[in-house]
């Protein structure tokens, strides 16, 4: 699944090419994505609409038009919003395709179908984005995200420090990849309960999200799968993983073997001696 380095991948990646440009046609496979396609409203608010600029909110982008609607896209666990020359083939899985006035597509590709497309109409986008918002976690690359506040979000939780990393409804953006290289880098084990963590733990979480993700961004994301950014070109931070998809494989730190098991229904990786089940440890 896109995390938060991908979609910003993406951001950035049509952010140089959209703004100023004027969606002219749309088109749509009729397939249903995980919710049905805004067909009207595309056409009544984003058709023949110029476009501002390109933001990111947790793992969304958003797509500003120079009228005030806004296209929220999600690009689900195998979705890839690229932009091609207008005579490129259809794929069988491009389910939106906007042709802009230069004839460039930006095609949202979605094998899976667990990717969504909404507007928001002029009228309303303000305050939709409002309630959007603050329905999404703290924003792991923003200045609110400190140790600080990290300790307040925990504070008696008894939920493992991994899966409140993957709560999205308090921290945006951060999947299963980067929790696991979060957590590894910060020296703390995933099952630790979020509540026994103490403000030292919080700020080396703190900063590791922050390098993990500046890093992971600056690599193009991580392609495990399918993953593209928008220019059609994979990323390549798995090449730097230190505990996800390495099980059985010597720890880069101390050389014990990378444990893989399963926590709240997802593989979580980790070193047995670098992340000691205790969050009180030497380091």
């Known amino acids: 699944m896109p995390e938060l380095p991908e979609v910003e991948v993406t951001r950035r990646g049509l952010l140089d090419h959209l703004p100023g440009r004027t969606v002219v046609r749309i088109a749509w496979s009729g397939h249903r994505l995980r919710t049905p396609m805004p067909r009207r409203l595309l056409r009544e608010h984003v058709l023949d609409q110029r476009i501002a600029t390109l933001d990111r909110r947790a793992k969304y982008l958003l797509v500003r038009m120079a009228g005030g609607a806004i296209l929220v896209v999600h690009l689900g666990m195998t979705g890839k919003l690229s932009l091609l020359d207008g005579d490129t083939p259809r794929h069988r899985h491009?389910?939106?395709?906007?042709?802009?006035?230069?004839?460039?597509?930006?095609?949202?590709?979605?094998?899976?179908?667990?990717?969504?497309?909404?507007?928001?109409?002029?009228?309303?986008?303000?305050?939709?984005?409002?309630?959007?918002?603050?329905?999404?976690?703290?924003?792991?690359?923003?200045?609110?995200?400190?140790?600080?506040?990290?300790?307040?979000?925990?504070?008696?939780?008894?939920?493992?420090?991994?899966?409140?990393?993957?709560?999205?409804?308090?921290?945006?953006?951060?999947?299963?990849?980067?929790?696991?290289?979060?957590?590894?880098?910060?020296?703390?084990?995933?099952?630790?309960?979020?509540?026994?963590?103490?403000?030292?733990?919080?700020?080396?979480?703190?900063?590791?999200?922050?390098?993990?993700?500046?890093?992971?961004?600056?690599?193009?994301?991580?392609?495990?799968?399918?993953?593209?950014?928008?220019t059609g070109h994979p990323g390549y931070f798995q090449l730097h993983f230190q505990v996800y998809g390495r099980e059985d494989q010597p720890c880069l730190h101390c050389g014990r073997s990378i444990v893989k098991t399963t926590l709240a229904g997802r593989a979580t990786y980790f070193c047995p001696a670098c992340q000691l089940p205790s969050p009180h440890r030497l380091l």
């Open 94 to 230: 491009d389910h939106l395709i906007l042709t802009l006035d230069n004839d460039k597509d930006v095609r949202l590709n979605d094998s899976r179908r667990f990717g969504s497309v909404m507007v928001w109409p002029a009228a309303a986008a303000e305050e939709a984005e409002r309630a959007f918002s603050a329905g999404e976690g703290i924003e792991p690359l923003g200045s609110g995200f400190t140790a600080e506040h990290l300790l307040r979000l925990a504070d008696r939780r008894s939920t493992p420090i991994k899966s409140l990393l993957m709560n999205g409804r308090l921290i945006a953006g951060i999947g299963n990849i980067y929790a696991n290289e979060i957590l590894f880098a910060s020296r703390i084990h995933p099952s630790i309960p979020a509540g026994r963590l103490v403000v030292d733990d919080w700020q080396r979480v703190a900063a590791e999200s922050r390098r993990i993700l500046h890093q992971a961004i600056a690599a193009g994301g991580s392609t495990i799968a399918d993953f593209l950014g928008a």
